[in-house]
């Protein structure tokens, strides 16, 4: 319920293309309570949801620091509240802060993943078996440095920390609020449709295939197949919102990742489907969530996925009941509405800070 801090406020909330249907759905939610709410987003977003405006993917040169300024400069009449997604900058993170607070803002910042997981302590704990190894190897120390560098600079200085999920709360030094992803479940399920095939069919769409634990999964599926058991996997490339709810519908399982411990937005979507889900969920996790003892999701990891699968194959009958249990596990956990109140505690907290 609202207690009047938001009356005649402004927020901006912007700009990760990574995360525009989470953000599309809550802010969309809190503009018809009647909070004063615009979405940035990129021109590149590559799943065809709209931002409330729209900017240009900014190139990393000079021009592009120099049209930050003044972008940032323009907006500052604009609004009071800046949340911020996946730790982005304007022009330099530092610039950015001093900034905000000379001019009295009040400013959240929202991690989603990449931009402060702990790719060091994950290479160092884990070596090669870690999913970042890989990652790290390219870019070198030297950029996860700096990234670590801005990561404890944003925390110190930030009104609020949130995280998309528990799987974060190592790799940062102190956060506020775990507001899980936000999508609109009825939107959502409105793409159901009923298919009718012989094979087992599994879906898996990850953004990043090595991070994700593909390989395992594609390992285990051949394993099956050289058996003898009728089972398809299919990984698709990079599809639209619609074409990648049609091939949810198609498959009998999710799985969404084999090596990280807790689930992404994917998973949300094939939940909202009434689509069963496999992931690999650390125990830890859960404890640090309130929802975390009612995940429906199957458990499984690279090591025992193929024994997972075939026991989902011995029983398909079950197959529609943990996937009604993930629907109401997300309509109750997951939906805009629910998310969009835990954004509004958020932004009344700013702002009697």
């Known amino acids: 319920m ?11 909330v912007g700009f990760d293309d990574a995360g525009t249907e989470g953000i599309q759905s809550f802010t969309r939610v809190l503009k018809r309570k009647g ?7 990129f021109d590149r977003n590559p799943f065809g949801v709209r931002p409330d405006i729209t900017i240009r993917w900014w190139r990393p040169t ?13 907006l500052l009449p604009k609004y009071d509240i800046f949340h911020i997604y996946f730790a982005r900058n304007f022009v330099h993170y ?15 910042y ?26 790290y190897q390219d870019r070198g120390p030297r950029f996860f440095k700096y990234l670590a560098k801005k990561k404890k600079f944003i925390i110190e200085h930030a009104d609020q920390i949130i995280l998309a999920g528990p799987w974060l709360v190592d790799s940062v030094s102190r956060y506020d609020s775990i507001i899980p992803y936000s999508r609109d479940i009825d939107q959502i399920g409105s793409y159901k449709r009923s298919y009718s095939h012989r094979e087992f069919t599994i879906l898996h769409a990850p953004t990043n295939s090595e991070i994700k634990g593909s390989k395992y999964l594609s390992k285990a599926i051949d394993e099956l197949r050289d058996r003898g058991l009728k089972v398809r996997l299919i990984n698709p490339d990079r599809t639209s919102r619609e074409e990648l709810f049609d091939l949810i519908n198609r498959s009998d399982v999710v799985v969404d990742q084999l090596l990280l411990g807790w689930y992404g937005g994917f ?20 404890k640090l969530v309130p929802f975390g003892e009612d995940i429906p999701i199957i458990g ?10 075939e026991k989902l194959m011995g029983n398909r009958s079950k197959l529609k ?8 596990f997300v309509k109750k956990f997951h939906d805009a509405e629910v998310i969009a109140q835990q954004y509004e505690d958020i932004y009344n907290k700013v702002l009697s800070l």
């Open 2 to 12: 609202r207690n009047g801090l938001l009356d005649g406020k402004r927020i901006f």
């Open 35 to 41: 909070l004063d709410i615009d979405f940035y987003g």
């Open 62 to 74: 000079f021009l592009r620091k120099f049209r930050g300024l003044i972008f940032l400069l323009s």
């Open 94 to 108: 530092e610039i950015d802060n001093f900034i905000f607070k000379i001019a009295g803002k009040k400013v959240i």
């Open 110 to 135: 929202d991690f989603r993943g990449s931009d402060v997981f702990d790719v060091e302590k994950s290479v160092r704990d884990e070596g090669k078996s870690s999913p970042y190894y890989h990652l």
């Open 267 to 286: 998973a949300v979507e094939a939940m909202a489907l009434g689509k069963p889900v496999i992931c690999f969920i650390k125990e830890d996790y859960k």
């Open 300 to 309: 499984a990891n690279k090591d025992n996925v193929g024994e997972v699968v």
């Open 321 to 328: 009941g943990l996937g009604k249990r993930g629907y109401e």
